[in-house]
């Protein structure tokens, strides 16, 4: 490798590795404050948020600082005219890209990775923490606003002295043929179990409504209810996006067998309905179940098959931005890195975003093969290369 290839390659290490820390740190503190808001978290839980937040950041600000570095150095070496210089002395600026562009590919691996921890490992980490630290959660929300609430079950308290729960009143909401249940007593205590995903709600001395049902208690009573019940966080997603790479294929497996499955409970059934002569079980209304279910599998199994081809195309958004943005920088001869990144940013904006999101759509819609999510991809690289024809020409 020569010096300038070198030189190049440090430089954009040097601003890559930092404004990626920058960014990264800026994103975690973010998502960390707003995850703390809303659930009410303390100290130890945020640093138990850490480890699971920050691939999730991590893969949001990769390829953004891949171009503020692309942007930064090759803007400044252009405002320099250090890339006239080395087309005078007969030198291809080829020579100055390659660095850049083997340091993409490389970060691009990284980044499918990322996109794969975060979604994978990251979120339900993330809802595990939560879901472990619920009591706590809970006695620190009831001690500052005196009320927590979920979409099962609210408590209200008049105060909270040590783990003790003064005057509370708790309702829980009705659900099915169960009626609405409110509890008022003297005083209870709360005492999660992680293990077996339990809030026990010890009560003393009031009185419970059931519907229009009432009944006083002098003693205790204990109720112990599901902790993702009085979580604000929802339980562990069956979202495609959020299947880990190596199951891919065993949950592309599992779908076509459901569907292969419900065609031919389809056939038996109607086949039956033949027989016996009950052609009111033929009409297209006795089957809109079975076809919304099947449609939903359908649906589900076309997000499998994508999901796969989606986030490589996203980890490998380092690579497209990165030959988008030499060129640019290289034309625009901007000493000024934010002006340089906005501007080459901009297309990226315009161009490669909408026709990503196109592109996912159309083939959650089956109205176009998984690999068409690499359209915006192929067109900004497409685009890249011949600025950079240009540039090396001219």
Not at 48 to 55: E, F, I, K, N
């Amino acid at each position: 490798m020569t010096i300038i290839s070198r030189y190049v390659l440090l430089e954009l290490l040097k601003v890559f590795l930092v404004s990626l820390a920058a960014l990264t740190l800026f994103m975690v503190v973010i998502g960390l404050v707003k995850e703390a808001q809303q659930q009410g978290l303390g100290a130890m839980q945020i640093a138990a948020l850490l480890p699971y937040v920050l691939p999730e950041a991590m893969r949001f600000a990769v390829p953004g600082t891949m171009l503020f570095a692309v942007c930064s150095v090759f803007g400044r070496l252009a405002s320099s005219n250090e890339i006239t210089a080395l087309k005078a002395a007969g030198i291809s600026p080829l020579v100055v890209f390659w660095p850049a562009t083997i340091l993409a590919l490389a970060v691009s691996f990284v980044s499918v990775w990322l996109n794969d921890v975060a979604v994978s490992w990251g979120r339900e980490g993330v809802r595990r923490v939560i879901v472990a630290s619920v009591e706590e959660i809970i006695y620190g929300r009831l001690r500052q606003q005196r009320s927590y609430s979920t979409k099962q079950m609210s408590i209200n308290v008049k105060a909270v002295e040590g783990r003790r729960l003064i005057r509370p009143t708790l309702s829980f909401q009705a659900s099915g043929s169960s009626p609405q249940v409110t509890v008022s007593a003297a005083e209870a205590q709360l005492r999660g179990d992680a293990k077996a995903g339990t809030l026990s709600i010890t009560c003393r001395n009031g009185t419970i409504h059931v519907g229009d049902v009432a009944a006083v208690f002098p003693d205790t009573i204990e109720r112990v209810i599901p902790i993702d019940a009085v979580s604000r966080v929802s339980e562990k997603s069956l979202s495609p996006s959020e299947i880990p790479m190596v199951d891919f294929n065993k949950e592309k497996i599992i779908q076509v067998h459901e569907i292969d499955r419900l065609g031919q409970v389809k056939a038996a059934q109607g086949a039956a309905a033949l027989l016996s002569g009950r052609m009111n079980d033929l009409v297209p209304a006795h089957w809109e179940g079975h076809k919304l279910v099947v449609e939903w599998r359908n649906t589900r199994l076309q997000r499998i098959v994508m999901e796969p081809w989606r986030r490589w195309a996203n980890g490998f958004s380092c690579l497209c931005f990165v030959v988008i943005g030499i060129p640019m920088a290289i034309r625009m001869k901007n000493a000024d890195f934010l002006t340089s990144f906005f501007l080459c940013f901009l297309p990226i904006l315009l161009v490669y975003y909408p026709l990503l999101m196109f592109g996912i759509s159309r083939v959650k819609a089956g109205a176009l093969p998984p690999v068409s999510v690499w359209a915006a991809n192929v067109v900004v690289v497409l685009w890249g290369m011949w600025l950079m024809r240009r540039v090396v020409q001219n």
